[in-house]
Protein backbone atom coordinates (compact mmCIF):
# COMPACT_ATOMS: atom_id res chain seq x y z
CA UNK A 1 0.00 0.00 0.00
CA UNK A 2 1.88 3.41 -1.07
CA UNK A 3 1.76 5.98 1.76
CA UNK A 4 2.19 9.48 1.72
CA UNK A 5 3.05 11.43 4.96
CA UNK A 6 3.21 15.69 4.29
CA UNK A 7 4.85 17.69 7.24
CA UNK A 8 5.97 21.28 7.90
CA UNK A 9 2.41 22.84 7.71
CA UNK A 10 2.66 25.95 10.05
CA UNK A 11 2.01 29.34 10.31
CA UNK A 12 4.11 32.05 8.88
CA UNK A 13 4.19 35.68 8.35
CA UNK A 14 3.73 37.11 4.78
CA UNK A 15 7.10 37.56 3.13
CA UNK A 16 8.28 34.25 5.20
CA UNK A 17 9.59 30.79 3.84
CA UNK A 18 8.91 27.71 4.85
CA UNK A 19 9.17 23.90 2.90
CA UNK A 20 7.15 20.82 3.65
CA UNK A 21 8.22 17.27 2.89
CA UNK A 22 6.49 14.52 1.68
CA UNK A 23 7.71 10.91 2.65
CA UNK A 24 6.48 7.85 0.79
CA UNK A 25 6.40 4.53 1.45
CA UNK A 26 4.91 1.24 -0.40
CA UNK A 27 6.16 2.75 -3.94
CA UNK A 28 8.49 2.42 -6.65
CA UNK A 29 9.26 6.08 -5.43
CA UNK A 30 12.54 6.95 -8.40
CA UNK A 31 10.08 6.20 -11.17
CA UNK A 32 7.14 8.35 -9.58
CA UNK A 33 6.29 11.89 -10.58
CA UNK A 34 5.83 13.51 -7.75
CA UNK A 35 3.18 16.71 -7.71
CA UNK A 36 1.52 19.40 -4.92
CA UNK A 37 -1.27 20.22 -4.89
CA UNK A 38 -3.28 22.95 -2.59
CA UNK A 39 -6.81 23.42 -1.17
CA UNK A 40 -7.67 27.03 0.14
CA UNK A 41 -10.25 27.01 2.94
CA UNK A 42 -13.24 26.83 1.28
CA UNK A 43 -12.18 26.54 -2.08
CA UNK A 44 -11.37 23.95 -4.88
CA UNK A 45 -8.36 21.85 -5.72
CA UNK A 46 -5.56 24.16 -7.67
CA UNK A 47 -2.30 22.16 -8.55
CA UNK A 48 0.89 23.54 -7.65
CA UNK A 49 3.37 21.39 -9.42
CA UNK A 50 5.33 18.48 -10.14
CA UNK A 51 8.98 16.87 -10.41
CA UNK A 52 9.54 13.96 -12.43
CA UNK A 53 12.02 11.12 -11.93
CA UNK A 54 15.12 11.25 -12.24
CA UNK A 55 15.57 9.02 -15.18
CA UNK A 56 13.12 11.96 -16.96
CA UNK A 57 15.47 14.66 -16.10
CA UNK A 58 14.24 15.51 -12.62
CA UNK A 59 12.58 18.73 -14.54
CA UNK A 60 10.23 20.83 -12.55
CA UNK A 61 6.69 22.15 -13.81
CA UNK A 62 4.97 24.77 -11.39
CA UNK A 63 1.28 27.18 -11.85
CA UNK A 64 1.75 30.83 -12.32
CA UNK A 65 0.79 31.95 -8.67
CA UNK A 66 3.82 30.05 -7.72
CA UNK A 67 6.21 30.50 -9.91
CA UNK A 68 9.61 31.89 -9.05
CA UNK A 69 8.45 31.64 -6.02
CA UNK A 70 8.29 27.64 -5.02
CA UNK A 71 10.74 24.73 -5.61
CA UNK A 72 9.94 21.58 -5.71
CA UNK A 73 12.68 19.01 -5.32
CA UNK A 74 13.38 15.26 -4.29
CA UNK A 75 16.00 12.72 -2.34
CA UNK A 76 15.16 9.28 -4.33
CA UNK A 77 17.47 7.58 -1.27
CA UNK A 78 15.37 9.52 1.49
CA UNK A 79 12.04 8.53 -0.75
CA UNK A 80 11.07 12.13 0.22
CA UNK A 81 9.90 15.27 -1.98
CA UNK A 82 10.09 18.46 -1.24
CA UNK A 83 7.77 21.68 -1.07
CA UNK A 84 10.30 24.86 -0.60
CA UNK A 85 8.13 28.09 -0.38
CA UNK A 86 9.48 31.76 -0.70
CA UNK A 87 7.70 35.18 -0.52
CA UNK A 88 4.55 33.66 1.07
CA UNK A 89 1.40 35.63 0.19
CA UNK A 90 -2.03 35.37 2.07
CA UNK A 91 -3.35 33.87 -1.03
CA UNK A 92 -0.88 30.89 -0.35
CA UNK A 93 -3.17 29.87 3.12
CA UNK A 94 -3.93 26.25 2.30
CA UNK A 95 -4.32 22.97 2.87
CA UNK A 96 -1.03 21.47 0.47
CA UNK A 97 -1.06 17.70 -0.49
CA UNK A 98 1.80 15.49 -1.95
CA UNK A 99 0.68 13.53 -4.67
CA UNK A 100 1.30 10.57 -6.28
CA UNK A 101 1.79 10.53 -9.76
CA UNK A 102 0.29 7.75 -11.55
CA UNK A 103 2.22 4.99 -13.48
CA UNK A 104 -0.16 5.70 -16.66
CA UNK A 105 -0.45 9.38 -16.53
CA UNK A 106 -0.03 12.26 -14.35
CA UNK A 107 -3.30 11.65 -12.57
CA UNK A 108 -3.18 11.11 -8.73
CA UNK A 109 -3.69 7.60 -7.85
CA UNK A 110 -2.42 8.50 -4.02
CA UNK A 111 -2.90 11.36 -1.99
CA UNK A 112 -1.23 12.55 1.17
CA UNK A 113 -3.12 13.59 4.16
CA UNK A 114 -2.18 17.35 3.65
CA UNK A 115 -0.53 19.76 5.75
CA UNK A 116 -1.80 23.50 6.27
CA UNK A 117 -0.06 26.68 5.74
CA UNK A 118 -1.45 29.56 7.11
CA UNK A 119 0.30 32.71 5.54
CA UNK A 120 -1.15 35.65 8.03
CA UNK A 121 0.46 38.40 10.23
CA UNK B 1 -3.26 27.18 -20.25
CA UNK B 2 -6.25 24.99 -20.08
CA UNK B 3 -9.32 25.90 -18.55
CA UNK B 4 -11.48 23.18 -17.24
CA UNK B 5 -15.44 24.33 -16.62
CA UNK B 6 -17.68 22.10 -14.68
CA UNK B 7 -21.42 22.38 -14.11
CA UNK B 8 -23.41 22.52 -12.74
CA UNK B 9 -21.22 23.99 -9.97
CA UNK B 10 -23.74 22.35 -7.09
CA UNK B 11 -26.89 19.93 -7.26
CA UNK B 12 -29.44 18.20 -4.88
CA UNK B 13 -31.00 14.89 -6.16
CA UNK B 14 -33.03 11.88 -4.51
CA UNK B 15 -31.68 8.54 -3.63
CA UNK B 16 -31.61 6.29 -6.50
CA UNK B 17 -31.89 9.15 -8.91
CA UNK B 18 -29.17 9.41 -12.11
CA UNK B 19 -26.94 12.29 -11.48
CA UNK B 20 -24.88 13.75 -14.41
CA UNK B 21 -21.58 16.34 -14.30
CA UNK B 22 -20.15 17.94 -17.26
CA UNK B 23 -16.58 19.27 -17.36
CA UNK B 24 -15.33 21.19 -20.69
CA UNK B 25 -11.84 21.84 -21.78
CA UNK B 26 -10.94 25.32 -23.25
CA UNK B 27 -9.06 23.18 -25.71
CA UNK B 28 -8.72 19.43 -26.61
CA UNK B 29 -7.06 17.31 -24.27
CA UNK B 30 -7.78 13.97 -25.95
CA UNK B 31 -9.01 11.40 -22.97
CA UNK B 32 -7.02 12.92 -20.25
CA UNK B 33 -9.20 13.48 -18.03
CA UNK B 34 -9.64 12.16 -14.62
CA UNK B 35 -12.41 12.61 -11.49
CA UNK B 36 -11.58 12.59 -8.19
CA UNK B 37 -14.43 12.84 -5.27
CA UNK B 38 -13.91 14.46 -1.83
CA UNK B 39 -15.72 13.88 0.77
CA UNK B 40 -16.35 16.35 3.39
CA UNK B 41 -13.19 16.95 5.68
CA UNK B 42 -11.34 14.15 3.82
CA UNK B 43 -8.57 13.41 0.78
CA UNK B 44 -9.84 13.50 -2.71
CA UNK B 45 -9.68 10.07 -4.37
CA UNK B 46 -9.28 9.05 -7.67
CA UNK B 47 -12.55 7.86 -8.93
CA UNK B 48 -12.12 7.63 -13.00
CA UNK B 49 -9.03 8.33 -14.86
CA UNK B 50 -8.57 8.57 -19.40
CA UNK B 51 -12.02 9.83 -19.18
CA UNK B 52 -13.40 6.85 -18.52
CA UNK B 53 -11.82 3.91 -16.64
CA UNK B 54 -12.81 3.50 -13.05
CA UNK B 55 -10.24 3.30 -10.60
CA UNK B 56 -9.86 0.02 -8.74
CA UNK B 57 -12.67 -0.58 -5.64
CA UNK B 58 -14.81 2.37 -7.00
CA UNK B 59 -18.36 1.74 -7.35
CA UNK B 60 -19.90 0.15 -10.84
CA UNK B 61 -22.50 3.24 -10.83
CA UNK B 62 -19.83 5.73 -11.57
CA UNK B 63 -18.86 6.09 -15.31
CA UNK B 64 -17.30 8.67 -17.23
CA UNK B 65 -17.10 9.63 -20.67
CA UNK B 66 -16.00 11.86 -23.33
CA UNK B 67 -12.85 12.92 -25.47
CA UNK B 68 -11.57 16.28 -26.85
CA UNK B 69 -13.45 19.10 -24.95
CA UNK B 70 -16.51 17.78 -23.55
CA UNK B 71 -16.77 15.09 -20.59
CA UNK B 72 -18.98 13.61 -18.41
CA UNK B 73 -19.50 12.24 -15.03
CA UNK B 74 -22.55 9.38 -14.26
CA UNK B 75 -23.56 8.40 -10.78
CA UNK B 76 -26.21 5.73 -12.26
CA UNK B 77 -28.24 5.33 -8.81
CA UNK B 78 -27.55 8.29 -6.35
CA UNK B 79 -26.42 6.75 -2.64
CA UNK B 80 -25.98 8.62 0.45
CA UNK B 81 -22.46 7.92 1.12
CA UNK B 82 -22.05 9.54 -2.55
CA UNK B 83 -22.77 13.41 -0.97
CA UNK B 84 -19.17 15.02 -1.97
CA UNK B 85 -17.26 17.41 -4.06
CA UNK B 86 -16.76 16.40 -7.79
CA UNK B 87 -13.89 17.58 -9.26
CA UNK B 88 -12.19 17.24 -13.34
CA UNK B 89 -8.81 17.57 -13.66
CA UNK B 90 -6.78 17.84 -16.91
CA UNK B 91 -3.47 15.75 -16.99
CA UNK B 92 -2.75 16.04 -20.50
CA UNK B 93 -0.42 19.34 -20.70
CA UNK B 94 0.69 21.38 -17.53
CA UNK B 95 -0.53 22.59 -15.79
CA UNK B 96 -2.96 20.16 -14.31
CA UNK B 97 -5.86 22.16 -13.94
CA UNK B 98 -8.99 21.12 -12.20
CA UNK B 99 -12.42 22.37 -12.71
CA UNK B 100 -14.18 24.35 -10.20
CA UNK B 101 -16.14 21.34 -8.74
CA UNK B 102 -19.50 20.03 -8.36
CA UNK B 103 -21.13 19.57 -4.86
CA UNK B 104 -23.56 16.48 -4.71
CA UNK B 105 -26.49 16.81 -1.63
CA UNK B 106 -29.33 14.50 -1.22
CA UNK B 107 -32.21 16.16 -1.70
Known amino acids: EVQLVESGGDLIEPGGSLRLSCAVS????????MHWVRQAPGKGLEWVGRIKSKKDGETTDYAAPVKGRFTISRDDSKKTVYLQMNSLKTEDTAVYYC????????????WGQGTLVTVSS | DIQMTQSPSSLSASVGDRVTITCRAS??????LAWYQQKPGKVPKLLIY???TLQSGVPSRFSGSGSGTDFTLTISSLQPEDVATYYC?????????FGGGTKVEIK
Open chain 1, 26 to 33: GSTFSNVW
Open chain 1, 99 to 110: THGAALGSFFDY
Open chain 2, 27 to 32: QGISNS
Open chain 2, 89 to 97: QNYNSVPHT
Open chain 2, 50 to 52: FAS
